[in-house]
């Protein structure tokens, strides 16, 4: 077999969680801790990663469990950050592609094949990676695989189907312009992260989409489309050497040289502490169903465990907010994203400033031990052995984030924003309330260690 030896992992926070739970035994037996040892007997019950390399840099990685079903896909370290001012947008126009046929397959074949599988076929596209998946029966691994392989490595990009494709992305551009949620965390990384190619957006900008041709995609493909940069992982009901088999007759194939054998390394980003102003009045201030710490349409009101939402439901500040934290390879963006009428932007800010600096100062234990069970649901529910993104991210392909800390806030606005306040203003805030940007940064270093966390911050 031409592929290297098979190693064992298992993600760090985890190992770190079960060896915690293992020495304090006592503590897993309290039951007041019952809820912590339920998390331990759940990261205990996780099928273990198998990872292996072929010799052309291609990793395979997988998780067995019983599951009748299984998710296979390919990760590649492909975005827009990789891309430049000319071709941005290559990778996200080269995606839309990969489904309207191949080489050996044309597009009514290759749908006809997932359809007689009772298959489901996806991708997306992101700022760090390209992925390539498929939902199917266990038993049809090897034909997902090879439908895989052929997609990533005979994409026909023939020049009919990139114009009917330059049309679809080019309506999606406007659809997505109407999104106000989508158009403030552009604006967001645009200016966090100016000057840098993080500040691209996925799509790239229309006038780079009218323009792409074959030649400029068929470019991105040659040098971004290498086995050392692409995960094939797989989760469900897959045997390891199985698909390390399927790898090595698919995949083995694939280019694994660069030019100088030096595989592209993305440019480093920097944060910079700015704001973005878009007023449109005639924008309508329309809430979406956002999923996050609070909607004017939940139960609870001044009852629910977060401050600040109890606070918004009784002063009425808003209509939704959410935090969000955006990671990337070495920096990130944490912050939160609120929708709120003009008059109450000013007080939204306000109090939302206000929980942050209470974080830094005052947050008081059934908080912390609030926000860790949270983070642990969250983590459990992605533990269904199923899904192939946990395998992808273990194995490098998804992002992890290292101690930043942005001296400065970036704000976004947009819509009847006449009353959102300055970004001097904003940036004033802890020397207001009496701390200096030293002290606050020792204070955000305390919280740090206290949370575990590593994180950007960004105030959007």
């Known amino acids: 077999m031409a592929a290297s030896a098979v190693c064992r992992v298992a993600g760090t926070g985890s190992r770190v969680l079960l060896r915690t739970c293992r020495s304090q035994p006592a503590l897993l037996r309290s039951p007041a801790l019952r809820g912590t040892a339920t998390y331990a007997q759940a990261l205990q019950s996780v099928p273990e990663t198998q990872v292996s390399q072929l010799d052309n840099g291609l990793r395979v990685a997988s998780e067995q469990s019983s599951q009748p079903t299984c998710t296979v896909g390919v990760w590649i370290d492909a975005g827009s950050r990789y891309e430049n001012e000319k071709n941005n947008g290559a990778g996200y126009f080269v995606e839309h592609l990969a489904f309207k046929g191949t080489k050996n397959r044309p597009g009514s074949a290759l749908e006809k094949e997932v359809e007689s599988m009772g298959a489901h076929l996806n991708a997306y596209s992101t700022r760090e990676h390209t992925a390539y998946y498929i ?182 500040l808003c209509q939704s907010f959410q935090t969000f934290n955006i990671c990337y390879a070495e920096t990130g963006l944490l912050g939160a994203h609120f929708v709120c009428d003009n008059m109450s932007i000013d007080d939204m800010m306000f109090f939302l400033q206000g929980q942050w600096m209470r974080l830094c100062t005052s947050a008081t234990e059934s908080e912390v031990v609030r926000g860790k069970n949270i983070l642990r649901n969250a983590l459990v529910s992605h533990l269904d052995g199923e899904s192939c993104s946990p395998v992808a991210r273990d194995e490098g392909v998804l992002a992890v984030t290292v101690p930043v800390w942005p001296p400065l806030p970036t704000k976004i606005g947009k819509g009847s924003i006449q009353e959102f306040p300055s970004w001097l203003r904003v940036r004033s805030l802890p020397l207001l309330s009496g701390l200096t940007i030293r002290r606050c940064r020792e204070l955000w270093c305390r919280l740090q260690t206290r949370l575990g966390s590593r994180v950007a911050v960004a105030l959007a």
């Not at 045997?239 to 090595?248: C, G, T």
């Open 135 to 316: 939902k199917a029966l266990s038993k049809d691994l090897p034909k997902a695989v090879e439908l895989l392989a052929d997609i990533v490595q005979n994409c026909s990009l023939e020049d009919s189907q990139i114009e009917k494709e330059r049309d679809v992305i080019l309506q999606e551009l406007q659809e997505n312009d109407s999104s106000m949620r989508d158009v403030v965390f552009d604006y967001l990384h645009a200016t966090a992260f100016q000057g840098t190619p993080l500040a691209q957006s996925v799509e790239g900008p229309s006038e780079n989409v009218r323009k792409l041709s074959r030649a400029d995609l068929t470019e991105y493909v040659s040098q971004h489309y290498k086995a050392p940069r692409m995960v094939l992982a797989a989760a469900g009901g897959v045997e390891h050497r199985q698909l390390l088999d399927l790898a090595q007759k698919h995949f083995s194939s694939l280019s694994g040289t660069y030019v100088e054998d030096a595989v592209p390394a993305f440019t480093p980003c920097r944060f910079t502490g700015s704001e973005i102003r878009h007023r449109d009045d005639a924008l309508p201030l329309v809430a979406n169903a956002i999923i996050g710490h609070y909607d004017s349409t939940y139960g609870g009101g001044t009852h629910m465990s977060s401050t600040l939402a109890s606070v918004a439901a009784t002063r009425k």
